[in-house]
């Protein structure tokens, strides 16, 4: 087979993609077709920059949703004859191309591409949701008691933005640590706060009808209380009380402390942004007429306040979702946490750096990855905010 | 403002004591320890004689004493060594045990002893330091000028195509971290791929002296993360300024547009942005560590890895002090400056 030349090498990447296109198109043609009735997400088709923003973005959640479909060579096998070679590079035994050549251990790297993206697109709209989840629990109080409790919050909040990024990493993310067993207590205290958000929210609005009140409760207790206790236990470590066969979400340790540390820079932040919104709405009529009706604090808010905050909350949620692929892909660059076998975008740049003068491509294509991955994010939150800003 | 700079001087000093508390918690943990140890004396030793060297050279007292002594608020520990000779904190090898100091901490100057470069911390800190410095200027003589430009023209006439073309830009420059830029610059402008090799992809010779051809990709790489911030910052503090009421005024009055945004608006729309740039050195801290380590340059990021990467507690330690202290240092300043620059706050 003859190596194939840079527009056949397009052609046959995007061939590749073909379940991504459908999904996408498909998802236009609906949103566009309905989008009056589809609040801000249809406002969102009438600015053109939202609109790449969420193409970009919708092409890699597709993309790694699709990621088994697409990859064409094993993403750990490697072929001897295959280190560095070029984009197009027929294989050896005929069976195809390394559409984007081969990296230093004559791995895919088309393949290593659209499986890091599943890696990434895993972790870091989890984390920033969980941050979001640990920061709106306790920005809410700290805005709206204020008094020491906000000052206790604040100086804390302050004290961890004051840890560069780098360091707390590189103290945080290392087997040591994993060993002392360090990042499961951390974890214990953070995956619990999202429990307690969910029960608050529940109890603040129907404490009125007890008996809904309860069945709901003890529902989001058991299902909640196992999710946590099986996200948190893991079998061989300081956390093990759950019995193996009940243990249904198996978090290795090493991707725990990533998962924890990106959670610990980004809450803070989150927390000050909430507390910000809080501290401008209490001030306001609806605010005064549910105190003057009686509700409690938490039901002004987590059912009055924090909905009338959604707005720049959802604007920063994909901002934050940008940052942390950022922070992710800054851990694998440094070797931190994710295994130097997995092909997150991170780890691969790190892989690939070594030798970019002689074989840049390694490198090159998770990095416009990446880039690509948050330049939509970051256009998609534009679009939101202007968007959102037009009524 | 005297009770206002008192208080934050107070809230620094209390942050200072509880991050370095922290790290001096994160770095002294038992495995790092035992791993320290096992450097010292030979890996192949059993756990018993880990404990025992652990033991002989202080390790083992409370924690809250040892971080004391390496504050220098605490005596520093003594003992003998397997020859009845007096050893201690503050007895360098080859000192006189007589004339060594009770207290030797940071407050002392004393930063302790790098495992891996065999040098005093104090030192290399201070030359890594010397040498990120330079880099840091460049940085900021490059960033600081072309990001106000930017904003501040995208900001000039909100909505113009001007501003939507730049705006995008900086998007673009915001979604592009250090390692990103790097490799692409790199890939760029010094591999063998597109043949124009006009810089060169490592900063290693930049050590001995800068040139354009050795500092312009690191400068670079690290330079265009941070514009895109300060830019759309700089944009939303000057399209804030555009829409104020003495603006319109000074435009009904006849002042040109020309006159109206240098003299009247610049100063007004550059107090947010200097608060930006000065919080901006924390994630500066960032990018310096990547793109120290991505060019090979062997400044203070790059000593922060090596540091981290060999267990070298001293070493770690001072790097995390030295840039904790930027940070806070320049959180406060970014109030104080704050507070001085725009006469709408009062303080107390």
């Not at chain 2, 006009?198 to 500092?215: H, P, Q, R, V, Y």
Request: proline share 5%; net charge positive; with cysteine.
């Amino acid at each position: 087979m003859t190596p194939l030349n840079w527009s056949e090498i397009l052609l046959a990447v995007a061939l590749r993609l073909w379940p991504v296109w459908a999904a996408l198109i498909a998802t236009f043609a609906l949103s566009i077709i309905f989008k009056r009735r589809l609040g801000l997400y249809g406002k969102l088709f009438d600015s053109t920059v939202g609109m790449i923003g969420f193409a970009l973005v919708m092409f890699w959640a597709y993309t790694a949703l699709f990621a088994p479909m697409i990859i064409d060579h094993d993403v750990l096998s490697q072929v001897g004859q295959m280190k560095n070679v070029v984009p197009g590079t027929p294989m050896p035994d005929g069976s195809g191309y390394y559409l984007l050549g081969g990296d230093h251990l004559g791995r895919d790297v088309f393949s290593r591409m659209v499986a890091g993206s599943s890696v990434v697109l895993q972790i870091a709209p989890l984390a920033t949701l969980f941050a979001y989840m640990v920061g709106i629990t306790l920005g809410l109080p700290a805005g709206y008691f204020g008094g020491r409790l906000d000052d206790g919050l604040s100086f804390l909040a302050n004290l961890v933005l004051a840890f560069p990024v780098i360091l707390l990493f590189y103290l945080l993310v290392t087997p040591e640590i994993v060993e002392t067993g360090l990042p499961q207590y951390v974890a214990a205290v953070i995956f619990i706060l999202p429990l307690l958000f969910l029960l608050l929210l529940l109890n603040s609005r129907y404490y009125v009808k007890p008996g809904f009140r309860n069945a709901a409760a003890a529902v989001i207790l058991v299902a909640g209380g196992w999710t946590y206790l099986s996200l948190v236990s893991e079998k061989d470590t300081r956390i093990a009380f759950l019995p193996d066969a009940l243990d249904w979400i198996h978090v290795p340790p090493n991707i725990l402390i990533v998962f924890v540390s990106v959670i610990f820079v980004n809450a803070p932040t989150v927390f000050r942004i909430v507390r910000g919104l809080t501290l401008d709405i209490r001030t306001r009529d609806y605010v005064a007429a549910a105190q003057t009706r009686g509700e409690g604090p938490w039901y002004i808010m987590l059912w009055e306040i924090l909905p009338n905050a959604r707005g720049p909350l959802i604007v920063d949620f994909c901002l934050r979702i940008g940052y942390t692929t950022i922070l992710l892909g800054t851990l694998g660059f440094f070797g931190l946490g994710l295994s130097p076998e997995s092909p997150d975008w991170g780890s691969t740049i790190n892989a690939g750096r070594k030798l970019l003068t002689i074989a840049p491509h390694p490198a090159f294509v998770p990095a416009l990855a990446l880039m690509s991955l948050v330049l939509g994010l970051n256009l998609l939150a534009d679009g939101l905010r202007e968007e959102s800003l037009r009524d | 403002m005297l009770k206002f700079l008192a208080r934050r001087l107070l809230l620094l000093l209390l942050s200072a004591v509880c991050i370095t508390f922290v790290i001096f918690f994160l770095t002294n943990l038992q495995p790092n320890l035992r791993k320290v140890a096992k450097f010292e004396a030979g890996s192949r030793i059993s756990d018993a004689e880990v404990t025992s060297w652990l033991q002989k050279n202080g390790y083992d007292r409370p924690f809250a004493v040892r971080y004391g002594e390496w504050l220098g608020v605490v005596p520093g520990w003594t003992g003998t060594n397997d020859e009845g000779a007096p050893v201690g904190r503050c007895i360098h090898a080859g000192a006189d045990p007589a004339s060594a100091p009770r207290y030797c901490g940071i407050l002392q100057g004393d930063w302790g002893t790098s495992s891996v470069f065999k040098d005093s911390v104090g030192k290399i800190v201070a030359t890594r330091l010397g040498l990120t410095g330079i880099l840091m200027f460049w940085v900021m003589v490059t960033m600081v000028p072309i990001s106000l430009a930017i904003g501040i023209l995208a900001g000039m006439r909100e909505g113009s195509r001007l501003d939507r073309a730049l705006s995008t830009l900086s998007i673009a420059s915001t979604s592009t971290p250090e390692y990103v830029s790097g490799v692409v610059l790199i890939v760029l402008f010094a591999s063998s791929m597109t043949g124009l090799k006009w810089f060169k992809g490592s900063a290693a010779s930049a050590m001995d002296g800068i040139t354009f051809e050795n500092f312009f990709l690191p400068v670079a790489t690290i330079a265009l993360y941070g514009i895109g911030y300060i830019a759309r910052m700089t944009r939303a503090s000057m399209t804030e300024v555009m829409t104020a009421q003495y603006i319109r005024t000074a435009r009904l009055k006849g002042v040109s547009f020309r006159n109206v945004v240098l003299r009247h608006a610049l100063r007004n729309a550059l107090i947010a942005p200097f608060t930006v740039i000065m919080l901006q050195f924390p994630w500066l801290l960032n990018g310096v560590v990547i793109t120290e380590t991505l060019f090979n340059y062997k400044g203070f990021g790059w000593t922060l890895v090596q540091a981290a990467g060999n267990n070298d507690i001293q070493l770690l330690l001072g790097c995390s002090v030295c840039a904790v202290f930027v940070v806070l240092v320049t959180q406060l300043i970014s109030d104080i400056g704050y507070a001085f620059l725009n006469p709408r706050i009062r303080i107390g």
